[in-house]
């Protein structure tokens, strides 16, 4: 007597071979591809004014994110918005000093 078949109607007797697969990895590299490409792509708004990304490649793989100084077009971790002028740029750009140096001249000049 033949066992009885399943009364799964997508039992059709097809293998796992024979089925397109869709895997968990593969999305999330094709996700991950996708994302990193639309945030190259991606400028930020930031008071106004564009700002670009750029990136450059790792010595292991993967890629590394900068800003683009929209002053000197190099790139960058950092940028500022300058307190007066409200202009973005990187802190040459903008001629901005770290407080620690400022101050550690001023104290050069009082001793001297
Ligand atoms: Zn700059």
Not at 1 to 8: A, D, F, G, R, V
Not at 37 to 57: C, F, K, P, R, Y
Request: with cysteine; net charge positive; aromatic share 8%.
């Amino acid at each position: 007597m033949e066992k009885m078949k399943s009364l799964n109607p997508n039992n059709l007797g097809l293998l796992v071979e024979d089925c397109q697969k869709i895997e968990i990895s593969q999305f999330l590299k094709e996700s991950r591809l996708k994302m990193k490409e639309a945030l190259v792509h991606s400028a930020i708004d930031a008071s106004g004014m564009t700002i670009e990304l750029m990136t450059s490649n790792m010595n292991f793989g993967g890629l590394r994110y900068w800003f683009k100084c929209p002053m000197c077009e190099r790139r960058m971790g950092t940028l500022f918005i300058h307190p007066l002028s409200q202009k973005i740029g990187c802190r040459s750009c903008l001629g901005l000093e770290y407080r620690a140096r400022r101050y550690k001249g001023m104290i050069e000049g009082i001793v001297a």
